[in-house]
């Protein structure tokens, strides 16, 4: 106070200073703010109220330009019922995901990891690194929430997000990736796990029979543990499948258009051991999805976008029957399919219908063909019984065929025998039409048999040189029969049969070898990787960014 008052006085006392006078102070600030603050809360309240409105589900505007998508397999009427997918735990496995994006629904995600790079970041920067593309469309047709926008099939589930895929190469270690985020999901207690990934650059056709890519086998225990697992069927067209949509246990997804007409670019079964794919439809052309790269929305097509809608409806059978195992979503969803009647290798059972399968009563847990491996994993339950791979019957597909050339019938041929008696071809009306990868059966240390077809002449064992052989298309019986004229052959005979097709396989062998050498220098991996399973027809989702 006293250095003040002296101060002041010494102002005062300069020539230009005329007089000191105290200022008021006017908070005016305070009145600012308040006003502020007001103007504040009326926008919180208009803004409520349009949330209000445009978080009326029943308005089809509701759901933008994604309402067709979700219209077609009958998610909207469930979600007017109140089924969305709540108290449902789902993984989804792909390249990235931008969480900056308004559609990823970001209160619903409860864990993330980036296996790639060992951390809990799943987003790169900026948005438009390759590696967020793919991941945020997939997921914003499962989970997605932005009303008047678009809205995910599932989007009242909790999400686990997990980076498993490398975009820029295609490397078998992305599999192990993928198993780690399976053991992951698994002891986080997810119920779902779905993934828009395949692979078959390190595959060939016979190795896809579910018991052979590691990832298939991962998978298929994945489902014994207790997961629905959903995975995109591919987009290789008569190609064919990839790991590991061909693992027994696991929902392929093929695709569809508004119409409900196969893609085509969806790929087609069967199985290398002859099982159905895929198991069930959905749409997966012109799909409304996030484009993370623009934070915007747009168009894309692919198995990758029909999967994540399939994956949404199971979330939803499982808020409704959160009882049911995985054998009974799939038994359900199979059974109550638009052609369940008539399954093929195009359609699978058909066009998803979830109203039916939120009506529909599985057979008890306790019937063979719900047993676990379901149907032994040689087949599906559809109705309580088991639809076998053609390669097996019985009530839990338990006994071995006689198929004559699988392979050979699923290409619209018969499984022929050769005029020498030694080998059978693949042919139509007596014309040879392919030749076939060629096996060697022992029979029992009294001849061998060349069976060109892919499998022996007989349960355990093979056709003797003068044997017949009859056979029905796939799907049906298959017999084989034997007239053995040989048990009075001299040894010499034999002997001489013996040799000369030892002779034979020696030389195939050689020339056989040869060939592989040179088809593996050449080959490469062609410029649609199966790995992101999208549409080649519509070029969505590759490395350059600019289609986003």
């Known amino acids: 106070g006293v250095l ?4 002041l006085n010494r102002i005062s006392s300069l020539k230009f200073v005329k007089s000191i006078d105290v200022v008021n102070i006017y908070i005016k600030e305070t009145i600012e703010h308040n006003q502020q603050k007001e103007e504040e809360e009326k926008e919180e309240i208009k803004q409520a109220n349009i949330k209000e409105t445009r978080n009326d589900i029943s308005n089809n505007s509701f759901y933008g330009n ?3 998508q979700l219209n077609q397999i009958g998610v909207i009427e469930a979600h007017r019922k109140g089924y969305n997918g709540t108290g449902v735990l789902v993984m989804i496995m792909d390249s990235g995901f931008y969480e900056k994006h308004e559609a990823m629904n970001k209160e619903r995600v409860v864990g993330q990891w980036d296996f790639i790079d060992g951390d809990n970041n799943t987003s790169a920067e900026p948005a438009s690194d390759p590696q967020n593309n793919h991941g945020t469309s997939t997921f914003s047709n499962l989970g997605g929430w932005a009303p008047d926008q678009l809205v995910g099939s599932g989007f009242g589930a909790h999400f686990l997000l997990a980076k498993t895929e490398i975009v820029t190469n295609e490397t078998i ?5 993928f198993i780690a985020a399976l053991e992951w999901g698994e002891r986080l207690g997810a119920d779902v796990a779905t993934a828009s990934l395949g692979y078959t650059d390190w595959y060939y056709f016979p190795d896809l029979n579910g018991t052979k890519a590691p990832i298939s086998v991962a998978t298929t225990k994945a489902v014994l543990k207790g997961m629905v ?8 067209g008569s190609s064919g499948i990839g790991a590991p949509a061909d693992s027994p246990l696991v929902l392929g997804i093929g695709a569809v258009n508004q119409n409900g007409m196969l893609a085509g670019f969806s790929s087609l079964g069967p199985t290398a051991d002859g099982r159905i794919k895929p198991d069930v439809c959905a749409r997966g052309v012109s799909n409304w999805v996030a484009k993370a790269a623009t934070l915007g929305y747009g168009e894309a097509s692919g198995t990758s976008f029909s999967c994540p809608l399939v994956a949404g409806v199971v979330s939803i059978l499982l808020q409704v029957h959160p009882e049911w195992t995985p054998a009974m979503v799939k038994q359900a969803l199979l ?3 638009t052609t369940s009647n008539s399954p093929d290798n ?6 998803v219908n979830i109203s039916s399968a939120l009506s529909f009563s599985p057979l008890p847990s306790s019937l063979d063909c719900m047993t676990d491996p379901e149907c032994g994993g040689r087949g599906c339950c559809v109705q309580g019984q088991c639809v076998c791979a053609p390669e097996y019957y019985g009530a839990n597909c338990s006994f071995s065929r006689t198929p004559c050339g699988n392979l050979c019938t699923s290409k619209g041929g018969q499984c022929m025998k050769q005029p020498s008696g030694l080998s059978y071809t693949c042919g139509f009306n007596s014309s040879v039409i392919d030749y076939l990868p060629m096996s060697v059966c022992a029979c029992n240390a009294t001849g061998i048999v060349v069976d060109e077809c892919g499998v022996c002449g007989g349960s355990n064992a093979c056709l003797s040189t003068s044997g017949t052989s009859t056979t029905s298309n796939i799907g049906n019986s298959s017999s084989s029969s034997t007239t053995d004229s040989n048990k009075d052959k001299s040894p010499s005979m034999v002997g001489i049969i013996i040799g000369s097709v030892l002779l034979v396989l020696v030389v195939l062998g050689a020339i056989g070898a040869g060939v592989f050498v040179y088809l593996r220098r050449r080959r490469i ?9 999208h549409a080649p027809a519509t070029q969505e989702f590759s490395i350059d960014d600019s289609n986003l």
Not at 4 to 7: D, K
Not at 525 to 533: D, H, Q, V
Request: with cysteine.
């Open 346 to 351: 195009y359609y699978g059972w058909g066009l």
């Open 229 to 236: 697992v959903v995975v995109s069927n591919g987009n290789s």
């Open 4 to 7: 003040l008052r002296e101060c």
């Open 335 to 337: 059974t109550t399919s």
């Open 525 to 533: 991996r062609g410029p649609g990787a199966f790995s992101l399973l």
């Open 173 to 177: 270690q992305e599999e192990d990736y």
């Open 66 to 68: 994604s309402y067709t």
